[in-house]
């Protein structure tokens, strides 16, 4: 695990963007935090990181929306469904086997749709303080490698 405080939403997307850069096919991302914490900001940064062009916002109301960049990116939101049947009806099973990345907000309301190996990010904004703690919780040795150069790229900045 490792954590980052981030004074903005501008260092919060920077430390995405670093996090997209070091992602890759059949990589697996699911993103915490409560309303407005900055999910759809983090998920900003590393599609950038990705080489995504388009604009990308919250998939709210799409359940999921795909960009195009380095790979294919597909940015899901798990907030408005009910159950994990209501994910397999709209073919969730599909995106797990085109070789994109795929960005997760809410993951934690339907676990059962995380893989056992994805790197996890809780976001949490500092009752006291503006800006957001950004905790990394890698599950598998594939993610813990990838937070581990996350750190050093970020070590600067903390």
């Known amino acids: 695990m490792w954590e980052i405080y981030a004074g903005s939403a501008e260092r919060t997307e920077a430390v995405g963007r670093e996090l997209g850069e070091l992602l890759g096919p059949g990589d697996f991302v699911s993103l915490t935090g409560e309303l407005g914490a900055g999910k759809t900001t983090i998920v900003r940064g590393i599609a950038s990181g990705l080489a995504v062009a388009d604009t990308v916002s919250s998939p709210s109301f799409l359940i999921i929306q795909e960009y195009r960049g380095k790979y294919p990116v597909f940015h899901g939101d798990f907030y408005r469904l009910g159950s994990y049947q209501e994910l397999e009806d709209i073919g969730w099973d599909e995106y797990s086997r085109r070789d994109g990345v795929i960005l997760i907000e809410w993951g934690n309301l339907i676990p059962e749709a995380l893989p056992d190996g994805r790197l996890d990010i809780e976001i949490r904004q500092p009752l006291v303080e503006s800006g957001r703690l950004l905790k990394f919780i890698p599950h598998g ?18």
């Open 141 to 158: 040795e594939h993610y813990t490698t990838v937070v581990e150069e996350l750190a050093g790229k970020c070590k600067s900045w903390e």
